[in-house]
């Protein structure tokens, strides 16, 4: 085989489905648009700006699920195993992606594809069963309408108990079409933020299974393996990768609490009293029994946990994550592990992102405590900050599209705007803000306000460095920050490895890894051109659709509304000057926000960004 072949046997096909007519084919992956956007989250992008237009529904059958591996997926490498998932957002109305980590991704890779496209819209419910080279549509009547356990359940009593077999699903909420809905991969790992299950459920998509028997071809296997060992021994003795591995991701909460960045009662205060109740020692303490890892992940950061209800019942789940203990917990005022594990249990079964459903019940509880919403309006529950009751109620009626719910579930934004209280919804292009109030942590109102997809914190992870350095109140090279977290969260993104190992696993080893995997030569300054050729890529997408500058705000609260106690006591957010930084740190226009043409020439992207 020449080298040519080499790599397109390594990388394998893409897989497209036509749920319309049912047409089922495979093509060749794209060399040349893998060679400028990586694979992952780039060629995601590079898929949704070429095929899906500006006058698509999000709901409607042009829209299509990209979902797309990255070339270190399902190698030996660390983390090795998130595959990324492009749409674009019935939530936010804009481009979006979802990465998913556990073992989905990678058991599509042993089945030879490296992507798989999902167009059209099923006349009846259906689900992908795909066993290596044998892939066909099958019937999903009698899955439609069940939870995401039972769905798991039923297709694994159908397609066989394998442990090769993989699937993802959605459940009640992506059939419902809930706007965040989530889809779920393994029980416990989600496409999470902006409503990609409802885009699965609008097509008549139950299901996708998986199972691949085959193996990767290494350009230099020993060189990776030699890579691998050389990053395997480094996180074990990393601090925080310690830290990550004895307590997952709540071992963030006590500092970004201390630090007064902590979502708490609707973004209203940035410290919660009671956090230390939800702290990762104390939650390991308190209900973790055990630990569980994504495929070939040297950190196991799962959790699983467990506790007894006050009835007697068992509540186990895995988890819940920080930013689930967060938007459910402290920005609602809960902190009791039983309604906290039983909120994330619902979402977890019916198909929900935690976090956009928690910025929802904070909506519900300030637009209550403040007489905007009455008993009437919600069907007798006593929508108070702290009542963990009723932050269980309210997320069943989500769920399941009843009452006030129905009106939460079609997302943060639609729902402060039909309340009468737009001021009170706390998001930006309509996904819900994350754990981190930007008035604590200055740099993260940049990765909120500039994300395609809506606020997102995994855009650039700006508070680790802010807070460790002392400048989370600092206006000063913001947007350098920003610009240089986003190129490399975009890089592992793209790469396909979880953001965990970040810390230990950099943008030179990640050119390092690309060249010696798939044997394309890529240096460290051509990895940092190919990030940003897919962040100015997204931002053109968006710019099809009518969004600039005046689209990257934050919620009025985070602007002029000074925090009134606690670590970050007075601090509201100047976002328009950290902007402007921003913008000309990306080499954009200050007026409208946006890439010259000399500058999408200068990436080598002007010949798809031709309007």
Same mark, same amino acid.
């Given at each position: ?34 060679? @400028?956007?990586? *694979?992952?989250? #780039? ?9 899906? /237009? %500006?006058?698509? &529904?999000? !709901? ?93 359940? @039923?297709?694994? *009593?159908?397609? #066989? ?9 959605? /459940? %009640?909420?992506? &059939?419902? !079409? ?96 009671? *956090? ?336």
């Amino acid at each position: 085989m020449n080298r040519e072949e080499i790599v397109r046997a390594f990388f394998g096909d893409v897989v497209r489905v036509n749920l319309s007519t049912g047409a089922i084919s495979r093509e060749e992956l794209p060399l040349d648009a893998v060679r @400028r956007f990586i *694979g992952g989250r #780039g060629l995601g992008a590079w898929y949704l700006y070429n095929e899906v /237009g %500006p006058d698509v &529904e999000p !709901l409607g059958p042009g829209n299509k699920l990209v979902f797309m591996n990255g070339p270190l997926v399902g190698t030996p490498l660390p983390a090795g195993n998130k595959v990324n998932l492009t749409f674009k957002s019935p939530l936010s109305m804009t481009y979006s992606y979802s990465l998913c980590g556990g073992h989905w991704g990678p058991e599509l890779r042993f089945a030879g594809h490296t992507g798989l496209v999902i167009e059209g819209k099923a006349e009846t419910p259906v689900y992908l069963w795909i066993d290596d080279d044998t892939i066909e549509l099958r019937s999903a009547a009698a899955l439609w309408g069940k939870t995401v356990p039972d769905t798991e359940k @039923r297709l694994r *009593g159908e397609l #066989g108990d394998d442990e090769l077999l993989q699937i993802a699903c959605i /459940g %009640p909420a992506g &059939e419902r !079409l809930n706007k965040m809905a989530c889809i779920t991969a393994g029980w416990y790992r989600e496409f999470g933020r902006g409503g990609c299950g409802a885009v699965m459920g609008s097509k008549n998509l139950k299901a996708i299974a998986v199972r691949g028997t085959g193996a990767l071809r290494l350009s230099d296997a020993s060189g990776v393996m030699e890579l691998t060992e050389s990053l395997t021994a480094g996180l074990k003795i990393h601090p925080k990768i310690i830290d990550r591995r004895n307590y997952g991701t709540p071992e963030l909460l006590k500092s970004i609490n201390d630090n007064g960045l902590l979502c708490t009662r609707n973004f209203r205060e940035t410290h919660f009293e009671e *956090g230390y109740r939800l702290e990762g020692p104390r939650m390991r303490e308190d209900i973790v029994i055990g630990d569980a890892s994504c495929f070939a992940c040297p950190v196991g950061c799962g959790k699983r946990s467990q506790v007894v209800a006050k009835d007697g019942s068992r509540i186990l789940i895995e988890g819940p994550e920080f930013e689930s203990i967060a938007l459910l917990g402290t920005n609602c005022g809960v902190a009791d592990w039983e309604s906290l594990m039983e909120a994330t249990r619902i979402c977890d079964t019916y198909g929900m992102d935690t976090m956009n459903a928690g910025g929802c019940v904070s909506l519900a509880m300030e637009c209550f405590e403040k007489g905007i919403l009455t008993l009437e309006d919600t069907d007798g529950i006593e929508l108070r900050f702290g009542n963990g009751a009723a932050l269980v109620a309210l997320l069943r009626l989500m769920a399941e599209r009843k009452g006030i719910g129905d009106i939460l579930a079609e997302g943060i934004r639609y729902a402060s705007e039909r309340f009468g209280a737009p001021e009170l919804g706390m998001h930006s292009k309509g996904q819900a803000l994350a754990a981190y109030d930007p008035r604590g942590c200055k740099g993260m109102a940049l990765t909120y306000a500039t994300s395609p997809k809506g606020a997102h914190h995994m855009i650039a992870t700006t508070m680790g460095p802010e807070i460790a350095g002392g400048t989370r109140l600092s206006y000063e090279n913001k947007g350098a920050l920003q610009k240089e977290h986003q190129l490399s969260m975009c890089a592992v993104d793209s790469m396909g490895i979880c953001s965990t190992v970040r810390g230990g696993f950099g943008m030179g080893d990640l050119a390092k890894a690309f060249g010696m995997v798939t044997g394309i030569g890529l240096d460290l300054e051509g990895l940092k051109l190919a990030t940003e050729r897919i962040i100015n890529l997204e931002r053109m997408y968006n710019a099809r659709l009518g969004f600039f500058r005046k689209d990257d705000t934050l919620p009025k609260r985070i602007l002029s509304e000074p925090v009134p106690s606690g670590p970050s006591t007075g601090e509201t957010v100047d976002l328009e000057r950290m902007l402007d930084e921003y913008y000309t740190c990306m080499g954009w226009e200050i007026d409208n926000g946006l890439p010259s043409r000399e500058r999408l020439a200068e990436l080598g992207i002007d010949d798809i960004v031709k309007e």
